[in-house]
């Protein structure tokens, strides 16, 4: 469920950011061609990292004769389609029967505490994202979480999960630095 009391989770995107500019132009790129609305909406989310109603309103109105309910319809039928901002990494824990009842709400347990945070929330350095998914596909591999499109399989020790965490630190640690000696 998510949690409506996480500041972090609120949408925050002002009417005067750059990125609509952005969009804007976008739009203008590909006014005519088919499949647009959902083309449109995959680049909102990847300039914006979700798609908020608020962003969904905008482009109906920028696209003219596009309600606000397609674009909704959409967003919420693909998976690939956030609509509340995410952390860095977005963390699925898989909570069907067979992850279930092989622990996996232990699984969501330890996070929660690690990260401070309930499902639907952001942990505070924005790295993280938690969420309880439906059946992933993979019972056998239960109690199954995932971290963007990393599989973690048979996950019954959650006295793996700080070990797990701490590789995207690293890897985040390292992206950071080749960016800034990209920069130097
Ligand atoms: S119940 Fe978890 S993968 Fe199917």
Known sequence: ?????????????????????????????????????????????RLFGYVPLEVQKWISFELDDVSVGELYGISTFYSQFN?????????????????????????????????????????????????????????SLAPVMMIDDDVYAKLYDTNQIPEILEKYYLETELEDEMESEVGA
Not at 23 to 29: E, G, M, Q, T, W
Not at 89 to 102: F, M, N, P, Q, R
């Open 1 to 45: 469920m998510a949690n409506e009391g996480n500041k972090a989770n609120e949408s925050c995107i002002r009417p005067d950011d750059p990125r609509y500019k952005e969009l804007k132009a976008y739009i203008d790129s590909v006014r005519d061609q088919e499949g647009i609305n959902i083309m449109v909406l995959q680049e909102a989310q």
């Open 83 to 139: 609509l509340t901002k995410q952390g860095k990494h977005k963390i699925s824990v898989c909570l069907g029967t067979a992850c279930y009842v092989k622990g996996a709400q232990a699984i969501v347990e330890a996070l929660e505490q690690q990260l401070e945070i309930e499902v639907g929330g952001i942990s505070d350095d924005g790295m993280f994202s938690l969420e309880a998914t439906r059946c992933l596909g993979c019972c």
